[in-house]
């Protein structure tokens, strides 16, 4: 795949390839409200010197801190907005950026620098060009995507309900001779199980005891065979906590129980176990809550013990064939236009971006335009620099497009 230097000027490329280098060389991780600050300020520089108005916003975090959230406009439209989305903030501290071939080993160039680089180096191309911005463009740049998200949610639901399409600027992956977009993504509930059972001695009246740490790990075993490869639901138990009631519900206290010879005398009366489950559609994520909590009755007749499942937060998924479906479709004829194949992620199971839209069913989303690499959350992470040039051009287009 070449067909991308010959319809980016070499001048535009080199430019965005510096300018990532060194929002890499920027540390800025969740939890660092001034690293983080220092990113909003200079991507405002750099948006400000290609005419864009922005502004920054504080927004209380997590933990409490105030952190930036940087917003930038282009040409004004009828009350309705072109939205596109990334972070700025990176799992782990900056490390010195280090070119190898057309490789960017850096910390956050996958996750996602890139594609903040590949929005401003698309911005260039188009003035190259003399192409104008979408009517409503927007660009939405939040502090904490990889941690709580807790602002980044917040803000993404309200600027999206005026959005007539958003654009997401995480990456894309490679795949051989291709690359992807993103069309779908798993939504999840989470779910906890309480179990109480009848604590006795495990010596002296062993069959007078019911245990809930024998009923919550059966339970655990079934739940999590009802999960179904491919574009199917999974359940996945994260924790599972057992023992008398003193000892799981003062945990912090009686921790150090923990490899003692105390307490193992006792048939466990208490069990907490709590998990999420994965979907693609919401009807399944329905059913599978409803097929959870029908097997804990079943485990607590079996084991004749207590067992109550309660479904707590929940993320809506997004439909790869909802309205984003022919977006996505444009997008793929625009890259084999300039001779590269695209191929579309229907099923992505990490929760992001389009998954806080304030309703997934009636916003056009494309996600996953940024460029590819490998290692993200790593201190091996990197760019396919190509790819970068790659998706200069393809935002370019499709934004001219839209």
């Known amino acids: ?43 405002a520089e750099e948006l400000g010197r290609r005419g864009l108005a922005c502004e ?3 927004e209380r ?60 180096g698309a911005l260039d191309l188009m003035a190259a060009r003399g192409q104008a911005l979408p009517a409503g463009f927007t660009l939405l740049a939040v502090p904490d995507e ?26 894309g992956e490679a795949r051989g001779d291709a690359e992807t977009l993103v069309a779908g993504r798993r939504g999840l509930t ?44 999974t359940v996945n138990v994260g924790r599972l906590v057992a023992g008398t009631a003193d000892f799981v519900d003062r945990l912090a206290e009686n921790h150090d129980l923990l490899g003692t010879s105390r307490q193992r005398n006792v048939i466990a009366d208490r069990a907490v176990a709590d998990g999420e489950v994965r979907y693609l559609a919401g009807s399944e994520g329905t059913a599978v809550i409803a097929e959870l909590s029908a097997l804990a009755r079943q485990v607590a007749a079996e084991h004749e013990v207590e067992a109550t499942l309660t479904a707590e937060a929940s993320v809506p998924p997004v439909d790869p064939h909802g309205p984003g479906e022919a977006l996505v479709r444009r997008a793929v004829e625009l890259a084999a236009a300039r001779g590269f194949r695209l191929e579309v ?17 009636k916003v056009a989303v494309v996600d996953g335009l940024g460029p590819v690499g490998s290692g ?27």
């Open 61 to 120: 975090g997590a933990d409490g801190a105030l952190y930036p959230v940087l917003l930038t406009r282009g040409p004004a439209a009828d009350g309705r907005c072109l939205l596109l989305v990334g972070h700025m903030d990176t799992v782990l501290p900056a490390s010195p950026p280090r070119l190898d071939g057309d490789r960017l080993i850096a910390t956050g160039a996958l996750d996602m620098k890139g594609g903040l680089a590949m929005l401003l």
């Open 146 to 171: 990889e941690a709580s998200g807790v602002i980044s949610e917040r803000v993404v639901r309200r600027w999206s309900e005026r959005a007539r399409a958003v654009l997401v600027l995480e990456p």
């Open 345 to 361: 992620e229907t099923d992505r199971g990490g929760i992001s971006f389009p998954n806080y839209l304030a309703d997934t069913t």
């Open 190 to 233: 989470e779910w906890q199980l309480q179990v109480t059972g009848r604590a006795s001695h495990s010596g002296l009246a062993y069959w007078e005891g019911r245990s809930a740490v024998a009923a919550a790990a059966d339970w655990c075993l079934r739940a999590q065979r009802l999960s179904v490869p491919g574009s199917g639901r």
């Open 1 to 43: 795949m070449t067909a991308d230097r010959e319809n980016l000027p070499g001048e535009t490329a080199g430019r965005a390839r510096q300018l990532l280098v060194e929002l890499c060389a920027l540390s800025s991780p969740t939890g660092d409200a001034n690293g983080v600050r220092a990113m909003a300020g200079r991507l």
């Open 56 to 58: 920054t916003e504080l």
């Open 376 to 402: 993200m959350h790593t201190r091996d992470e990197w760019l396919d620099l190509r790819s970068l040039d790659r998706r200069i051009v393809l935002l370019a287009d499709l934004l001219a497009t839209l």
